[in-house]
């Protein structure tokens, strides 16, 4: 039976106030339970694989975070130029059929005896390739699963989902590994993500409308497209330097725990699977916290908060060796994981057009999973250069370096920002059709403002001015006729027609909508802007002449 997509064109009520809502769609509740039972498989190999490399030294044991994490910053990018050119879901069965079999790969060799770090790490490497391939593209179709308003929510049950399976995976796996061996964890991974397969392959998804031919970006354009618009994205590039202020210093709890467990605590894989467990375990209470988190300290003090409560926790790794106080103290670290990773993921899928989403999204998930990726050598080589105790004091100094900058640096207010699309250009009214190729396209605009609103109009056009740049230009600038004051000419410069055609059906947002209205009710009562549109006239000789 196909799963059905959810009711209604923005994916259910979007007046609950539920953490649990989103789970009342069905293609959302069976992609998740999927996804559970895969990251179940993920942890569970990542008990298997740590505790396989935990007789090589503390930095072969944290690059097993780092084979994960660091093809994010290899492919990010272009994974999600592929997710926002090519069908969403056929690109993530692709990413979950490759997984499985290089998990496969993994089990075979284990149970032969062959499964030295060499192979283990690149094997992981591969795994990592796979999640960062389908990265981008689960995060770009979650507002197609559920309504703008519960993104929140929608985040927050992801952060459930990794945490829960961190609650079971690791106990799960390390109990495996004892019993059975490490070759069993890579083996039930190999088989978990074949239910998201099954899931995506039975979802009924709504046909998305076919971008014209004229407007397709190629590759390294749409590169370079997901660069300019993060640059020229304010609330974006706040968000990745929230991101880039805490991951580093959290990651030395991933990266380090095992050290904890092995060396400070004396246990083994069992107890570093229920050390996990205990950082699950908060993580789910803390959903049924977050909506009260977010009413009370919003979502800048929520940052604040999860960075302190961070830093104490690793105080108390560094300091505390009685194993009941670790595990308590793990609790709220799942809680404040959980509080900041929904924060900041719902903040920068709320800020993204649906034609940039899975490139801004790939960029986050650079920054998210590359400082992990980064960070967890560095934890290792600090701990048996300076010792585990100081490692962890280190790292939660960060945090709290972290935590004390969020009021310099804030996350830009949501309500400032709508990314819901505005086809409001008219069509440019040209005595000829150019082709797509063509250009580049100097575009120029000419207002009329009175003296008195002279000032306010720049300030005005400094806005327009980054959506220009976001939504394709290569060039702005704006300029005052020396013989006319109040006689503005805007000029910018796109690559191409076929860019300027996107810029006109594709990319404009209410967001653009807004400061473009601000800026126009300053000009001269009466008047109206004159647009034209020019062509590079040296390549239009060449032609004539060829």
């Keep these: ?11 259910g009520s979007s ?9 009342a769609l069905p293609v959302f509740r069976a992609l998740w339970i999927a996804q559970f039972v895969s990251n179940v498989g993920t942890w569970m190999q990542t008990v298997g694989a740590q505790w396989l490399l935990l007789g090589h030294g ?7 975070q780092t084979a994960s994490s660091l093809p994010v910053v290899l492919l990010a990018l272009p994974s999600g130029v592929l997710a926002d050119r090519f069908d969403r879901r056929r690109l993530l069965v692709v990413a979950q059929l490759a997984m499985c079999a290089v998990a496969t790969v993994l089990a075979v060799l284990a149970f ?5 770090p060499g192979p283990l790490l690149a094997l992981t490497f591969l795994l990592g390739c796979g999640t960062a391939l389908m990265g981008p593209a689960w995060q770009a179709i979650q507002p197609e699963l559920v309504a703008r308003s519960q993104l929140a929510e929608a985040s927050a049950l992801g952060a459930v989902n990794m945490n829960l399976a961190r609650a079971i995976g690791p106990a799960v ?3 495996l590994v004892a019993a059975a061996g490490a070759g069993w964890t890579f083996a039930f991974n190999a088989v978990s993500f074949l239910g998201i397969v099954i899931v995506l392959v039975l979802w009924k998804r709504p046909p998305a409308e076919p971008v014209p031919a004229a407007e397709r970006e190629r590759f390294l354009t749409a590169l370079y497209a997901a660069r300019r618009y993060v640059r020229n994205a304010p609330g974006v590039r706040r968000v990745l330097l929230r991101t880039a202020l805490f991951i580093p210093g959290a990651a030395a709890v991933w990266s380090l725990l095992p050290l904890v467990a092995g060396r400070s605590l004396g ?3 069992g107890g570093y699977g229920l050390l996990l467990a205990a950082v699950g375990v908060g993580a789910v209470s803390g959903a049924f916290l977050l909506p009260r988190m977010r009413r009370l300290l919003g979502a800048n003090g929520t940052l604040v908060a999860g960075a302190a409560v961070f830093a104490v926790v690793l105080a108390v790794l560094a300091t505390v060796h009685v194993t009941w106080v670790v595990a308590l103290a793990l609790l709220p670290a799942g809680l404040a994981w959980i509080g900041v990773l929904s924060t900041l993921s719902a903040a920068t899928q709320t800020r993204l057009p649906g034609w940039v989403r899975a490139r801004g999204l790939a960029v986050y998930l650079l920054v998210f999973q590359g400082g992990q990726a980064l960070a967890a050598p560095l934890w290792g080589g600090l701990a048996q250069w300076l010792g585990l105790t100081t490692a962890l004091l280190i790292a939660a100094l960060l945090l709290l370096l972290a935590a ?6 804030p996350l830009y207010d949501a309500s400032r920002i709508d990314p819901t699309p505005s086809d409001h250009w008219p069509t440019p009214p040209l005595v000829y059709e150019p082709g797509p190729a063509d250009g580049p396209v100097l575009v120029s605009v000419v207002y009329r403002v009175a ?3 002279r000032a306010a109009f720049t300030a005005a056009m400094a806005d327009v001015a980054r959506s220009r740049r976001r939504t394709g230009a290569l060039t702005w600038g704006l300029y005052e006729d020396g013989n006319e004051p109040g006689r503005f000419i805007e000029n910018y410069l796109i690559a191409s027609w076929a860019e300027h055609l996107a810029q006109h059906h594709t990319r404009l947002t209410e967001t653009d909508r807004r400061f473009e209205t601000t800026a126009r009710a300053l000009i001269l009562p009466g008047t109206e802007p004159e647009v034209t549109h020019a062509f590079d006239a040296t390549a239009t000789a060449r032609d004539a002449v060829a």
């Design 267 to 269: 246990l083994g894989s």
């Design 404 to 409: 004390a900058s969020v009021p310099r640096w």
């Design 15 to 23: 007046g609950s106030e539920s953490s649990w809502a989103p789970l």
């Design 1 to 11: 039976m196909a799963v059905s997509t959810k009711p209604g064109p923005g994916g």
């Design 451 to 453: 003296p008195a609103d």
């Design 112 to 116: 032969a005896g062959l499964l030295s």
């Design 58 to 64: 503390a930095t072969l044991v944290t690059l097993v």
């Design 173 to 175: 796996g390390g109990v």
